[in-house]
């Protein structure tokens, strides 16, 4: 699986093929998200998760995950939103899970700014994209404040030496 599932009992892939293996053995199931069940030895252990006392199909997530300040999101479409900032926007998919994996809303609920510079790329996101920017023009203030100081406060450091 490329995204583990955070609720998953098993730390390390010996213990979890160790237990699935036992569990096969004795007749276990796993259960999927509609109810149902499958027997352990009709599936392959990448497709399952031992979460809260019982085996789980993982839903299969197709979606490359974006993480975003504290928030992990799909990237959607690009807004065809131009700015003398530079920075791009995006619809985004906030990211959900449960015991059978990752899920996302059928609807885009925020929107993503982003900016890459020589040192890295810079995210931030909001419900609209006047909070998107703001929130990204914050991250870049706090990154580079010495910089724009050191240019935007050139003839006052003079004045403030004397």
């Given at each position: 699986m490329k995204n583990r599932n955070n609720y998953a009992k098993h730390t390390n892939l010996l213990d979890k093929?160790?237990?699935?293996?036992r569990d096969r053995a004795a007749g276990a199931v796993a259960y999927k998200s509609d109810g149902t069940?499958?027997?352990?030895?009709?599936?392959?252990l990448s497709q399952v998760e031992f979460i809260a006392g019982l085996w789980r199909f993982q839903n299969d997530f197709q979606h490359s995950i974006q993480r975003v300040?504290?928030?992990?999101?799909?990237l959607g479409q690009k807004l065809m939103h131009k700015e003398k900032n530079l920075f791009e926007f995006f619809q985004?998919?906030?990211v959900a899970s449960n015991c059978y994996g990752y899920f996302i809303s059928s609807k885009p609920d925020c929107i993503v700014a982003k900016y890459t510079t020589d040192h890295g790329t810079y995210w931030s996101y909001g419900a609209t994209i006047e909070q998107a920017r703001a929130f990204l023009g914050i991250k870049l203030y706090d990154e580079y404040m010495d910089l724009i100081h050191s240019?935007?406060?050139k003839n006052m450091n003079g004045k403030i030496k004397k």
């Open positions: 093929n160790r237990d699935f293996n069940t499958v027997s352990l030895r009709d599936v392959k300040r504290d928030m992990d999101v799909v985004a998919y906030r240019v935007a406060c």
